[in-house]
Every structure is written in C-alpha cells, then in structure tokens.
C-alpha cells in the first residue's frame, strides 16, 4: 500500500512550517463567515510561529497574558475552527490533554514517557512503509508516535 505524504519542499527556505499568517487565517475565517475578533487574531498571531505542541489552556495562558479577559471558551472553539478547517491539528494522548501542532508539514512526533514533552520527528521513505492487514479497510492518514524518553528526564 502506499500512504501519500504531500511534499512542501518547496518552501523550505521558510524552515519553520507553521499554521498560515494572522492576515491569512482572517480572510479564511470571513469567507467562512466566522466571527473574527480581536480575541481569536491574537490567538492567530500566538500559533503563527509556534514552535510548540500547546494544550488550550497554555495558550490560554499566553493570551490572557496579553489580553485579560479573554475567556478559555473562545481558545477552545478557535481551535477547535481551526483544526476543522484543516489549518492546525490536534494531537490526542490517553491521559492527557489535547495537543495542537502549529506546525502543519508532515511530520511525527517523538513523546517523552516522563514529562509528555512532544517533539517533531521526520521519519525518511514514509511512504514506502510495508503494512499488512488492511483488508477491507482504506488507509487515509496515518503518524508515527515514537515512545521514550527526554533527555531532561534520562
Ligand atoms: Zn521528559
Ligand atoms: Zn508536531
């Protein structure tokens, strides 16, 4: 089977592979017709760049630093816009909460077994893995989480 990566090489001078400019993120959200506030272009602005895999509530922190008075609501529900529009994704782990990945080249992700500590992995021929056992099932994404240990906690 084959599992189509999209390639971005294109735009590696850029290096940092981020969600789109706050200018961007706006226009898409009014051609969506979705409210855009002050509140959800600082959030923009705060993921643009991000180097990060931030739960809502660090992000929520980060923006009430800048804006108090925003509430964790509205971070929730930009995210959650966002990752439905395809511009930033979510990252699920038992036990702990939602992730969001800024960074929206493809990518997998080494997580520390200690301290949760998620870092951007780069995994060569992806897409000539061999796997069995699909029979009646059609692949359409697909990541690796590669287990083990920081070495902050090793
Ligand atoms: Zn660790
Ligand atoms: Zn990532």
């Given at each position: 089977m084959l599992i189509r990566t999209s390639c971005?090489?294109?735009?590696?001078?850029?290096s940092i592979f981020s969600v789109r400019s706050p200018e961007v993120l706006t226009s898409e959200f009014r051609a969506r017709s979705l409210k855009v506030t002050p509140q959800r272009q600082l959030l923009f602005r705060l993921l643009h760049g991000h180097t990060g895999h931030p739960t809502a509530e660090a992000l929520y922190a980060e923006a009430s630093a800048q804006?108090?008075?925003?509430?964790l609501r509205t971070v929730y529900q930009t995210l959650n816009d966002l990752v439905s529009m395809g511009e930033l994704s979510s990252l699920q782990f038992a036990g702990s909460s939602t992730r969001f990945d800024p960074?929206?080249?493809d990518h997998h992700h080494a997580r520390c077994d200690e301290c949760g500590e998620l870092r951007d992995v780069y995994v060569d021929h992806f897409d000539s893995l061999l796997v069995s056992?699909?029979?009646?099932f059609t692949p359409e994404r697909a990541s690796i989480v590669f287990g083990g240990v920081c070495a902050d906690c090793g």
């Open positions: 971005r090489q294109e735009s590696f001078a850029d804006m108090p008075g925003i509430s960074n929206v080249d056992g699909f029979a009646g």
